[in-house]
């Protein structure tokens, strides 16, 4: 079945470095969402990518969808506390309904 | 609107026994969806649902089974509860308009520990 592989799974950063988590699909994807889960909370869709090379910027954060449809990225510029949490993706395959396959997750932990 | 409404939020069972974590969403959602979200799993997909009387397996199905007799409601049945069942739950609904997935809201999940 498909899998989608996510690194690392443990990230820890000074307040103000840059971070990056990736995204790897064993399939090519049809589409790839991102979502946040703060710490005792649940996951927050944050943005979904549709088209082959496509990257979308929503302030500090910025997502690309590789050319082939089979890798993705998350990067945050400047991290802040407010950052902090889980950041999965999740991938559709498409051609059925086997549903959304999540990454097992980048914890993103910020000291001050 | 309540958006997705996951109940209980809390739940202790012992060995063997089963019950039912109820999920719903107030926004028309034709997907509905269970996961459990175990440390270092991630979110793994239980039972879905395209829309009211079709449900399918995801990737870790069994010992739970679900159905779907309205848009509304999609509870998740645990028929005879085991240790590593111990999980928290998560429900979620999207629409389906424009695509198969979309935005996938999630409930405030249910954390069940099995004894």
């Known amino acids: 079945g498909q899998q989608v592989m996510q690194i690392p799974q443990y990230q820890h950063v000074q307040e103000g470095e840059d971070f990056t988590t990736y995204c790897n699909s064993s399939?090519?994807?049809?589409?790839i969402q991102w979502y946040k889960q703060r710490p005792g909370g649940h996951p927050v869709f944050l943005i979904q990518?549709?088209?082959?090379?496509e990257v979308k910027k929503q302030k500090r954060l910025t997502f690309q969808f590789g050319e082939a449809k089979k890798n993705s990225s998350l990067h945050i510029t400047a991290t802040q506390t407010t950052d902090v949490g889980t950041y999965f993706c999740?991938?559709?395959?498409?051609?059925?309904?086997?549903?959304?396959?999540f990454g097992k997750g980048t914890h993103l932990i910020i000291q001050p | 609107n309540a958006g997705v409404t996951q109940t209980p939020k809390f739940q202790v069972l012992k060995t063997g026994q089963s019950m039912t974590l109820q999920c719903a969403q107030d926004?028309?959602?034709?997907?509905m969806s269970w996961y459990r979200q175990d440390p270092g799993m991630g979110l793994r997909l239980i039972h879905y649902?395209?829309?009211?009387?079709?449900?399918d397996q995801g990737e870790v199905p069994n010992g739970y089974n679900v159905s779907r007799s309205t848009t509304e409601d999609f509870p998740l049945r645990l028929l005879s509860a085991a240790p590593s069942q111990t999980s928290v739950y998560f429900c979620?609904?999207?629409?389906?308009?424009?695509?198969?997935?979309?935005?996938?809201?999630f409930g405030p999940g249910t954390r069940l520990t099995v004894l």
């Open positions: 979620a609904s999207s629409r389906r308009s424009g695509g198969p997935y979309n935005e996938q809201f």
């Open positions: 399939t090519t994807l049809s589409n």
């Open positions: 990518l549709v088209k082959s090379g």
């Open positions: 999740a991938g559709y395959s498409g051609g059925g309904a086997d549903g959304l396959t």
């Open positions: 926004m028309n959602h034709e997907y």
């Open positions: 649902s395209v829309g009211a009387g079709i449900t």
